[in-house]
């Protein structure tokens, strides 16, 4: 009897244990200025501000491919509070302002980045300068689509062929031309503008991406669809209480 019991104990709690949901804070960026020119420029003293925060209340920042391994279940356990840090886009600022900070507190950071700007828009880094980053052992390069384009609009224009040949150069062609020039596997991809649907869910699962980016507002979750993970996007506009609430979860739970 004392057997059964014990038994049955056990599995409730496996179902329990299991059902939990594993959670990741995981932010975005996009440009670093000395002065706020946009919505999408975050102040370079205010980034330092965040993570000079994040050291002091005992947050971790952890690289997107732990987070992935924790997520996926492959690796058991992380620092009590993980936070991941990525950036959209490639622009300029990366390497000329945020790069010193990121070398000074020696964290990883994902860059997610659209190769048809690289060494060609002027706003945008080069080759040689995404390389350079690599080489520090704390930036990696991922996908960011080919050039950015915007899918609801490409799928209304084009027709059902040729929004297929389409997707598949932003997607596979993107992830191609990355791993080319990078010379290294490219597992992940940002949706551009955080558009996707489940057409666009499942091209990236068909074109080898491990895990997707939206910029809906939540933690990464091990309940959510790999190809459709929350991220935050961070901007001038956020200051250091905001930015606290999107780390500890209390912004998610109060929207969701
Ligand atoms: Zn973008």
């Known amino acids: 009897m004392f057997h059964f019991l014990s038994i049955f104990l056990l599995l409730v709690s496996t179902l329990l244990f299991s059902s939990e949901s594993k959670k990741i804070p995981i932010l975005t960026y996009h440009r670093f200025g000395v002065e706020v020119s946009d919505s999408m420029t975050i102040k370079t003293a205010s980034f330092a501000s965040q993570l000079e925060w994040l050291k002091l209340n005992g947050y971790t920042v952890i690289s997107l491919e732990n987070a992935y391994a924790y997520l996926h279940g492959e ?3 992380l620092p009590t509070k993980p936070v991941v840090i990525t950036v959209d886009d ?6 000329t302002q945020m790069a010193p900070l990121v070398k000074k507190y020696a964290i990883p950071v994902t860059l997610f980045i659209y190769p048809s700007a690289i060494s060609n828009a002027s706003y945008a880094m080069s080759w040689e300068e995404l390389k350079e980053l690599e080489a520090t052992k704390l930036f990696h390069v991922e996908s960011h689509t080919y050039w950015h384009p915007n899918f609801k609009r490409e799928k209304k224009k084009l027709s059902h062929e040729e929004y297929a040949k389409f997707v598949d150069k932003q997607l596979r062609g993107a992830k191609e031309k990355l791993e080319e020039k990078m010379g290294h596997e490219v597992k992940y991809l940002a949706w551009v503008f955080g558009i996707y649907d489940d057409e666009l869910l499942d091209k990236a699962k068909k074109a080898g991406y491990k895990m997707a980016f939206t910029i809906d507002r939540k933690h990464a979750s091990s309940s959510d669809n ?10 001038s506009k956020h200051d250091i209480k905001a930015f606290e609430n999107m780390v500890n979860g209390k912004e998610e739970k109060n929207t969701h």
């Not at 790999?226 to 935050?232: D, F």
């Open 226 to 235: 790999m190809m459709a993970q929350g991220r935050y996007m961070v901007v």
């Open 90 to 95: 490639g622009h300029k600022s990366v390497y």
């Open 75 to 77: 690796l058991k356990s």
